[in-house]
Structures are given as C-alpha cells and as structure tokens.
Antibody, heavy 117, light 109 residues
Framework: QLQLQESGPRLVRPSETLSLTCSVS??????????WGWVRQPPGKGLEWIGN???????YYNPSLKSRVTISVDTSKNQFSLRLNSVTAADTAVYYC???????????WGQGSLVTV | QSALTQPASVSGSPGQSITISCTGT?????????VSWYQQYPGKAPKLIIY???KRPSGVSNRFSGSKSGNTASLTISGLQAEDEADYYC?????????FGGGTKLTVL
C-alpha cells in the first residue's frame, strides 16, 4: 500500500519559489509502470493538474504553468519534488502529490499541503 | 486547454440513481478511453472511484459506474446513500496533458 506525504514551507512570499517534496513509502519510486504527479486545489475551488513525471525522468506539465514548473525525482530518497517559480496569490492552494500506478487514474493521494502566497 | 464541463450541482433522494455528466472535446474525452472520476469529502483528499471510463478500483462500491458516449463521459450512482454526498470530479488524459472537470456537488435529499 503506497503512502504519500507532502512537506515544505506553508507560507511563500509573492515572486518567490514554492517548493514541496513528496515522500513515498510502501513502494519504490523507480517502479517503471508508475507515474508521479502534483495536483492543486485553490480554497473552495476545483482540482487543477500541475504535472507528472515518470521514473525515467520524462515530464509533462500543464501548459498554463509550464513556464514556471519543475518536477523532479530523487530515487536515493524515494521522493519527488515540485518547484513553482514567481508565485502570486493565485497560486495559493492545497497541493496534493499523487501517483498513477498504471491504470490512468490517480489511485493514491497525499493528505495535501495548504500553501499560502 | 479548457477544463472539462460538469454540472455545478446535482441532487437525489436515498435509493434513487443520479448521473453526472462530463463534457470534453474530440481531443480529450472523445479521443481516449482514459476518463477517471474522483469523490472528495470536505477537507479530505480526493479518492479514485472510476478509471479508464468504466473500471472500478478494488474496494469501490458497484453502485458507482462509468460510461462514455462521444465527447461526454458520465458517472452514475445507483441506490443513492447519505454517505454519497460529496464533490465529484471527472478527469481525462489528453495527449501528454491531463484535464479535470470543474466538479459537481452531490446533495442527498
């Protein structure tokens, strides 16, 4: 049973960089059929896909955020990370780390981390 | 890219069936059998209830079913129960990107 846990600063100043890490337990982040990602949800609003990364390092980003987003994997720590540059108040949201284990659905979610800009 | 279109709210009485629609385009919902649905309670992380249009993860009640016709996917909940009151989101793969619907609030009367 995979478990995901977000960590990182909960308060970020405008124009600075939001950084979050997702620690994975119960499985290897190097599993070839899995892809890891981030989804966010502004307070009182819907879900927004941010991006995904495969074990190989291939990344896919939401076109509306692509210029500001970087997702990376650290296999030695069994973690993956999100960096979002030049944040504004519009980036205030609960950020979830997620994983798709091969069925084209995000079947495991972290508990979510509210980040306020 | 635009979000998928869902009704803002639906309601039903216990025991009834309800259907939530999710409309996309021929570039996303209509082109891939890769629609998923999520249930979210207030203050909680979403939970996957349907993937690949009509498949249920282990442990999800068979009262939840999914389908697709053209550019519109649908989630049907049969035998409505009070515990089904939640927000529901559809999601579709679309050529290297992923789209969510705006969400539908289900009220059990």
């Amino acid at each position: 049973q995979l478990q995901l846990q977000e960590s990182g600063p909960r308060l970020v100043r405008p124009s600075e960089t939001l950084s979050l890490t997702c620690s994975v337990s119960g499985g290897s982040i190097s599993r070839s059929t899995y892809y890891w990602g981030w989804v966010r949800q502004p307070p009182g609003k819907g879900l927004e896909w941010i991006g995904n990364i495969y074990y190989s390092g291939s990344t896919y980003y939401n076109p509306s955020l692509k210029s500001r987003v970087t997702i990376s994997v650290d296999t030695s720590k069994n973690q993956f990370s999100l960096r979002l540059n030049s944040v504004t108040a519009a980036d205030t949201a609960v950020y979830y780390c997620v994983v798709d284990t091969g069925g084209y659905g995000f079947d495991y979610w972290g508990q979510g981390s509210l980040v306020t800009v | 890219q635009s979000a998928l279109t869902q009704p803002a709210s639906v309601s039903g009485s216990p025991g009834q069936s309800i259907t939530i629609s999710c409309t996309g385009t021929s570039r996303d919902v209509g082109n891939y059998n890769l629609v998923s649905w999520y249930q979210q309670y207030p203050g909680k992380a979403p939970k996957l209830i349907i993937y690949e249009v009509n498949k249920r993860p282990s442990g999800v009640s068979n009262r939840f079913s999914g389908s697709k016709s053209g550019n519109t996917a649908s989630l049907t909940i049969s035998g409505l129960q009070a515990e089904d009151e939640a927000d529901y989101y559809c999601c579709s793969y679309a050529a290297g990107t992923t789209l969510f619907g705006g969400g539908t609030k289900l009220t059990v009367l």
